[in-house]
């Protein structure tokens, strides 16, 4: 391992959507040296990671081995904790997100950031239809630390700094392939146009939290800047509560082609294309299917979905403090027209193309797709 001087963190996660725009805004400056435990250090995105220059440290290893947790924590200052749910479902996150507390604490970090998702299941009054694994997988055990970071202050030797970082559907997801929210070039039935479609239950009166990766840069940093105020918090964020509606006009005026938002309901939305063939797998590759923990893809995303109708204009199950955000990043993105503005410069910038052609041309933004662990579970039990 690199010896430093700089605080070291530990990440678990790195490689992952959220990951890679974490550790760009901790080690863009050189303040902090990373440690990224990865299961496989030759991938695309890890090697992308090291080309971030040489405070990024790859450990190769997998969270679910108390050695490897062991090796990573060893020396760190801090950590940065967002287990991939959809490699080992619910049930095993939740056993991992334990270790990975106390590992922590036995290893001496002094403050720890907790990769959070809203615990809808309990937002809701506990009522089943708001039932999704893996946001209840990880808001559940935000609290649980949360809970162990107020009983465990002042105590010698076991007083370790902790919040949680709490996101929700990245924006990106809605102009990549094979997310919930994925677009579609269809071909309008009336004018014969090409029309970017999103057909998804949102419902009239819902709002997707969604969150901006570039964000999560600013807001990562700013909890390792402030270990003192971040302690015990849960600093939730999001762009805005956004309708769907909202994101084809906003699509329209950024890019001067059509676009149409198309409530469908939860069956049909279950019945064709890509969630029509993974609906019924495991939430969790690994998971086995056997297992009474199991929760369907449809039936996690089904919970997803409602969570979202009942969380409209920032006023149902699902809030955020935007006052709050806009105190922390002023210069956050505050509307999907504005994300959709960034994501065409930054296209034409990559050599995509205009943002309309990026859509055209989609690429997923999650690893779980670039890796294809979806699709090869999806062909072994079809």
Not at 116 to 135: A, E, I, Q, S
Not at 154 to 177: H, N, Q, S
Not at 326 to 345: M, T
């Amino acid at each position: 391992m690199t010896a430093t001087s700089k605080p070291i963190i530990f990440v678990i996660g790195g490689t992952g959507a959220q990951g890679i725009p974490v550790i760009k805004g901790l080690v863009q400056d050189g303040a902090y040296a990373v440690r990224v435990l990865t299961r496989d250090s030759n991938s695309r995105r890890a090697k992308q990671l090291l080309t971030l220059g040489p405070d990024v440290e790859l450990v190769t290893g997998t969270f679910t081995s108390e050695a490897d947790l062991r090796t990573g924590f060893k020396g760190c200052w801090g950590a940065f904790i967002n287990i991939d749910g959809f490699a080992t479902g619910e049930a095993m996150e939740t056993y991992w997100t334990f270790r990975c507390y106390e590992l922590a604490i036995e290893s001496g970090i002094r403050f720890y950031v907790h990769g959070n998702l809203d615990y809808g299941y309990k937002l809701g009054g506990y009522d089943p239809k708001f039932r999704c694994g893996h946001y209840d997988g990880k808001g559940r055990m935000g609290e649980w630390i949360l809970a162990q970071n107020a009983s465990n202050k002042g105590k010698p030797g076991i007083d370790m700094k902790a919040a949680l970082f709490t996101t929700g559907p990245y924006i990106e997801m809605a102009l990549a392939l094979f997310t919930p929210m994925a677009p579609k070039v269809e071909t309008d039935e009336t004018s014969g146009e090409k029309v970017v479609t999103w057909r998804v239950p949102l419902g009239e009166k819902g709002g997707v939290p969604h969150v901006s990766l570039d964000d999560c840069a600013h807001y990562a940093r700013w909890l390792f800047d402030n270990p003192d105020k971040a302690d015990g918090m849960n600093l939730a964020v999001a762009v805005d509560h956004i309708h769907y509606s909202d994101v084809a006009t906003a699509f329209e005026r950024v890019t001067g082609r059509k676009a149409r938002y198309i409530d469908v309901d939860l069956e049909t939305y279950f019945s064709s294309g890509h969630w029509g063939m993974t609906a019924s797998l495991p939430t969790g590759y690994t998971v086995d299917a056997s297992s009474l923990a199991l929760m369907t893809l449809k039936d996690n995303f089904t919970g997803f979905w409602r969570l979202w109708q009942a969380s409209g204009l920032n006023q149902g199950v699902v809030k955020r403090d935007y006052a709050l955000l806009d105190e922390i990043h002023p210069n956050r993105i505050r509307s999907v027209e504005d994300f959709f503005r960034r994501e065409d410069e930054k296209a034409r910038r990559e050599g995509r193309g205009s943002l309309w052609e990026a859509v055209a041309n989609p690429r997923p933004i999650l690893k779980i797709h670039e890796d294809g662990s979806l699709r090869s579970a999806a062909k072994g039990r079809i």
